[in-house]
């Protein structure tokens, strides 16, 4: 019996046109004591879950702005409320771009500079490691997480960015394999090469790499384990503390 | 209702109506005999799609009948179903078929593409499999040059790889391999080919058969618009100047209503309350009916009053005929409706019931109280008109008089073909696909086969797709057996043994004589391939009429090669691993440049005879590689194929930061022979030292020819000797010139 209270559950929003849902959920059950579930976005709760994922896809098609449809879906008041009450959030491309759309993170993501969708490997450099999400990083580290978007290129306000980076809320930049972040690195034009933020209050995290995709030496890589890792890592602990 | 009996709002049957309708008055008299009578306006539409090429492949129907199709993995046949099903073991099987949308993307790249991998998706699913990947095979004109034809080309190139990646990316499935190819040929009328693979448990196996008298008939997913309107007939026609025009027979897709369909009928073929399903693909509603009925045994009415529509006021033809996008036709067994209908309410899709499946074996049309369509559905789907066509002789191509090739240095020679768009990376095209959605992609795009883990199964696949139609052209049976033969011999250099074969014929008008000739010639190659390497057809496509005003394509009989690799330890890459590790060429150094890529890149010639084939070599080269990978004796391996052993060497060194050399000192021939002839049957393999000694044993037994030729380097430079001559490239030069071909082009 006693091991039964130490599972993980994690939710993973299905919105209509979501496609890295199911990739989500095996790269969670890959971890020992993890349960992912697929939560179908008409749902309105979203009680008893440690972690919420919004996937990558195409949520409603992307046909107007990237997430701008998703983030009225009956789920969002629920992911909204767990939030505020200090859940962890994660959102992965589309689910960044809902994030943003919905107000839990700051700023948006535009067209890729270069007009054209980019899958490929990308290289981040890891800026800020006391969050939930990037605790078990270090500083400086760098992370091989590919990317796979359209609309990537983040974009703030000056007052924002200089927010994000006093709070240290901006967690991964798109760097060269050195860790550089230059202006080569950044595959979408990225304001200050910002692949992705966490909230001020650091349990709300958004990233346009697919940390999911590379959680399998087979599949080229397994950097994305370190931070579903730290995530779980931390959920452990706080859990703990709770006892 | 009703409307008055003669209905006056009607054109008459007139000659001139059934010849724009492409109805020969031969086809006409069939008509006539079938009815009994004059048919409808709504009739004549529904022949006019039903007996097109696109449809019922009357022109092709018996060459196709060559193909062998048997096979004890074989679970639903070619021809049978909207594609094949094949066995790969432990219960689960795969679907998987290639089609071509080459006429929309001739006239609108964006759309023709996107709803050409639409198309595709939906024939998978509809066999109940889960779409998994996707492939595709480009043709199109040559995109060097500032002449409008190359602007053109660049826009359709640019265009149809958008609409790929705008419906797959969308959609959420990884396009994974493929295959690109410029020639002037395709000037005018680029080919499109898409390729998707499914998997499903045998038990999931759904038909599109009308089965039970008295079940209702569902329609499920987009409102019917007129977008389309009678695209299989426009499919089958030549393209001309006035094409253009042909804009509204293309459809638009959207990809975010058929990722609802596709979740939507896997959700529902989970149940039990499913009696048939059939996509509406080309030819819609009319071909979606009729051959639900006819597969049954039975017959189907529907009410057009019932269908959802997008707009108001389109007639009966309109919708009968229109090609709209992400639409099911579903056969519920009685007294399941709310099982399905729940299915649909819960991803949002538009649905009707729209019609009962009959016992009278008609497909019959109500427009309200009016009846505008009554007509035998099996002799519209299976009693359509056949040909057999007239094939001009074949003349064979005189082999090259290598004394008319002035020599060109290889110095110069190997980064030219590097750097010809054929040849070059096509990172530019593939960057644009998410290749990794699904998490399965075990080797991405640019090796030889694409290769992905189906984890629910526990399964590893590989892919690839290849046609060389210079080789086609110039002798159209040997480069059909050769298009086999080397989409078996990537899957080799992954690891995989072939388990299947789907094809897409892309040829030119089959009135004519010499464009028929090419036609069987094809099918007859790829009959002899597929019979040699013991793997089934299990269905295709045939694109006809692929002509611009210029002329006729080069033939193109794309091929698209299923395998099966045993182990992950088995999956193997082109690129060399490690510096120290030895070179073997598996199989002879070759001296064949008749229709090669040095001929027609370099001298501008497209001639002379393919290179031989002989498939009892091919089938052992193969079997020996496939024995030494398993036994883990090869770190990488490449087959040889446009620009011959210097572009193999050269690709094997990208991607790892090394380098090579070759010794081929003791050939003895014109060295652009040596370096750059497209024999075929060769493999470049590399092999740690530590082994060597054992792969040279078991190569022995084989009697495969071999040699080692050369060494993996830290020192990034190719450098191959040959005869008196020692070649070097600095690596970074050649894959400098390699990935930067296309990118300059389409971005200067």
């Known amino acids: ?243 | 209702m009703a409307t008055s009996p003669a209905k006056p709002d009607q054109p008459a049957i007139t000659p001139e109506l059934i010849a724009k309708h492409g109805l020969s008055p031969e086809e006409y008299e069939k008509v006539l005999a079938i009815l009994g009578r004059e048919p409808s306006f709504e009739e004549l539409g529904v022949f006019s799609v039903m007996w097109s090429e696109h449809c019922s492949y009357k022109n092709s129907r018996p060459e196709l009948r060559k193909f062998p199709t048997t096979g004890p993995s074989v679970l639903v046949k070619a021809g049978e179903e909207n594609a094949g099903v094949i066995d790969i073991g432990d219960g689960w099987a795969v679907a998987f078929k290639i089609e071509s949308h080459n006429h929309p993307s001739a006239v609108e790249p964006f759309q023709g593409a996107a709803t050409g991998v639409g198309g595709i998706i939906r024939d998978i699913f509809t066999m109940g499999a889960r779409p998994v990947f996707l492939m595709d095979s480009l043709r199109f004109g040559s995109i060097e040059g500032e002449t409008e034809q190359a602007k053109t080309n660049r826009r359709l190139f640019a265009g149809v790889v958008a609409g790929i990646a705008h419906y797959g990316n969308c959609i959420g499935l990884p396009t994974i391999a493929g295959e690109v190819y410029f020639d002037d040929s395709y000037n005018g009328n680029p080919l499109v080919n898409a390729f998707c693979l499914g998997i499903l448990r045998h038990e999931q196996i759904a038909r599109g058969a009308a089965k039970g008298v008295g079940n209702p008939v569902f329609y499920v997913g987009a409102e019917t618009g007129r977008d389309g309107l009678a695209g299989a007939a426009f499919a089958s026609r030549e393209l001309t100047e006035e094409s253009k025009a042909d804009r509204p027979a293309v459809q638009v897709g959207d990809p975010f209503r058929e990722k609802l369909l596709l979740e939507a009928c896997l959700e529902l073929l989970a149940t039990d309350a499913v009696a048939g399903i059939q996509d509406m693909g080309a030819a819609g509603l009319t071909c979606s009916t009729c051959e639900t009925a006819s597969r049954g045994g039975t017959g189907v009415e529907i009410d057009i009053q019932l269908v959802p529509q997008r707009a108001k006021g389109q007639t009966p033809y309109e919708v009968l005929l229109s090609e709209s996008q992400e639409r099911m036709l579903v056969i519920v067994n009685k007294g399941q409706e709310s099982q399905v209908t729940e299915i649909f309410e819960k991803w949002d899709l538009p649905y009707a019931e729209i019609g009962v499946v009959t016992d009278d074996g008609m497909m019959r049309v109500r427009n309200g109280d009016d009846v505008v369509v009554e007509i035998p559905a099996r002799s519209l789907a299976d009693d359509g008109p056949v040909y057999y066509r007239e094939a001009a002789p074949f003349t064979p191509p005189a082999p090259l008089d290598l004394s008319t090739v002035p020599y060109v240095d290889p110095v110069e020679v190997l980064p030219r073909l590097l750097a010809h768009p054929s040849i070059a990376s096509k990172r530019w095209v593939w960057r644009q696909y998410d290749h990794m959605v699904r998490t399965g992609t075990a080797v991405l795009p640019g090796s030889d086969a694409a290769v992905f883990v189906v984890r629910e199964a526990n399964k590893i696949l590989a892919a690839a797709t290849d046609c060389n139609a210079v080789y086609c052209r110039l002798d159209p049976k040997q480069g059909a057996r050769i298009a086999v033969a080397e989409a078996a011999r990537n899957l080799a250099c992954s690891g995989a043994v072939p388990i299947g074969v789907t094809d897409n014929l892309n040829f030119g008008n089959p009135h004519k004589p010499e464009n028929f000739y090419q036609l069987r010639a094809a099918v007859e190659g790829i009959s002899e391939g597929c019979i040699a390497f013991n793997v089934p057809v299990t269905g295709g496509n045939v694109s006809l009429y692929n002509e611009s005003p210029a002329g006729a394509i080069d033939p193109t009989p794309t091929i698209s090669m299923v395998g099966i690799i045993d182990e992950v330890s088995h999956i193997t890459t082109q690129a060399f691993k490690k510096a120290g590790d030895l070179i073997f060429l598996l199989g002879e150094i070759g001296n064949e440049l008749g229709a090669s890529h040095y001929m027609l890149a370099i001298h501008g010639r497209k001639e002379g005879a393919p290179p031989a084939l002989d498939f009892d070599k091919e089938i052992a080269l193969h079997q020996t590689l496939l024995g030494l990978i398993r036994k883990g004796l090869v770190q990488s391996a490449h087959d040889c194929a446009e620009g011959g052993l210097a572009v193999a060497l050269a690709e094997s060194c990208f991607g790892n930061g090394l380098g090579a050399t070759a010794d081929l000192c003791s050939v003895d021939q014109r060295p652009d022979i040596t370096l750059f002839n497209e024999t075929q049957g060769r493999i470049v393999i590399s092999v740690k030292p530590s082994d060597a000694a054992a792969l040279e044993a078991e190569l022995a037994k084989t009697g495969v020819p071999f040699r080692q030729i050369g060494t993996v380097t830290d020192k990034p430079d190719l450098q191959i000797a040959t005869g008196a001559s020692l070649y070097n490239w600095p690596v970074a030069e050649l894959s400098g010139v390699f990935e930067e071909a296309i990118p300059s082009l389409m971005e200067a």
């Not at chain 1, 095996?26 to 004591?33: H, R, W």
């Not at chain 1, 394999?177 to 090469?193: K, R």
């Not at chain 1, 397994?222 to 706080?238: E, P, V, W």
């Open chain 1, 1 to 243: 019996m006693p091991k039964v209270t130490t599972v993980m559950r994690c939710a993973v929003i299905q919105f209509p046109g979501s496609n890295c849902d199911t990739d989500c959920q095996a790269a969670l059950n890959s971890f020992p004591d993890v349960q992912a579930e697929i939560v179908w976005h008409k749902e309105t709760s979203v009680a008893g879950y440690d972690l919420i994922v919004l996937p990558g896809g195409f949520s409603y098609g992307d046909y107007l702005r990237c997430g701008s449809i998703a983030r009225f879906s009956p789920i969002m008041g629920a992911v909204r409320l767990a939030a505020s009450a200090g859940v962890l959030v994660l959102g992965i491309c589309n689910g960044f771009q809902i994030l943003c759309e919905a107000g839990l993170l700051p700023g948006t993501l535009m067209r890729n500079r270069g007009l054209l969708f980019r899958c490929e490997h990308q290289h981040l450099s890891v800026e800020y490691t006391g969050t939930p999400f990037t605790s078990g990083l270090n500083k400086g580290q760098v992370l091989d997480i590919p990317i796979a978007h359209g609309e990537g290129s983040y974009f703030a306000d000056k007052a924002t960015l200089r927010e994000l980076n006093a709070n240290n809320q901006v967690l991964l930049r798109y760097a060269d394999a050195d860790g550089v972040t230059s202006d080569e690195a950044n595959p979408n034009g990225s304001l200050e090469n910002i692949a992705g933020i966490c909230s001020h209050g650091r349990n709300v995290f958004g990233l346009m790499p697919h940390p999911e995709r590379v959680c399998d030496a087979l599949l080229g890589g397994t950097d994305g384990r370190a931070i579903f890792q730290s995530i779980l890592d931390s959920i452990s602990k706080t859990s703990a503390a709770r006892v």
